[in-house]
T-cell receptor
């Protein structure tokens, strides 16, 4: 799996957009970008994923650069409950690397009132 | 809908004792199953994955083992625990051929 680089921590004001960056410069053509978040002492929660195009769901938006070497997760209106560790990972298909993914240390997002 | 269960939620075991952690998935058939370990304040390390009954692949050499006796059951075991086995153990599942993994609530293991 390609390695990812994320800032260690970020703060965001409640109600504002949270923009979490991720660098994945060695991503290969068949690898997806995935975002998960983990609230303290719980299992990681899937947020969103994408391959080339920008994606949006009820939780967040994912913006992937044209060269696919970086991406940004956007939480449009952060709430206190969005405080968590956010993991950006890249993952191929099960046939290419058994769906193995390296979870780095992630970004600790703190949403402040 | 699919659900994933892990038990126990927490466990305190002495060094040298055996271990058995269980993970079960409901609402899907022939899932891919995964075991991860997370050290305090760190990311997740993939330990084992399985694409079917009796099929186990190990990612990291260690004194742990995994088994899949039934389609939706995944067990993590050890014959003799080490202090370094302490951590947060997470089970995950994905659809066959799917890349999105869904995680269970985890088991927190403390080896003393």
């Amino acid at each position: 799996d390609a390695k990812t680089t994320q800032p260690t921590s970020m703060d965001c004001a409640e109600g504002r957009a949270a923009n979490l960056p991720c660098n994945h410069s060695t991503i290969s053509g068949n690898e997806y970008v995935y975002w998960y978040r983990q609230i303290h002492s719980q299992g990681p929660q899937y947020i969103i994923h994408g391959l080339k195009n920008n994606e949006t769901n009820e939780m967040a938006s994912l913006i992937i650069t044209e060269d696919r070497k970086s991406s940004t997760l956007i939480l449009p209106h952060a709430t206190l409950r969005d405080t968590a560790v956010y993991y950006c990972i890249v993952r191929g298909t099960l046939n290419t690397n058994a769906g193995k993914s390296t979870f780095g240390d992630g970004t600790t997002l703190t949403v402040k009132p | 809908s699919q659900t994933i269960h892990q038990w126990p939620a927490t466990l305190v075991q002495p060094v040298g004792s055996p271990l058995s952690l269980e993970c079960t998935v409901e609402g899907t058939s022939n899932p891919n199953l995964y075991w991860y370990r997370q050290a305090a304040g760190r990311g997740l390390q993939l330990l084992f994955y399985s694409v079917g009954i009796g099929q186990i692949s190990s990612e990291v050499p260690q004194n742990l083992s995994a088994s899949r006796p039934q389609d939706r059951q995944f067990i993590l075991s050890s014959k003799k625990l080490l202090l370094s086995d302490s951590g947060f153990y997470l089970c995950a599942w994905s659809l066959p051929g799917g890349e999105t993994q869904y995680f269970g609530p985890g088991t927190r293991l403390l080896v003393l």
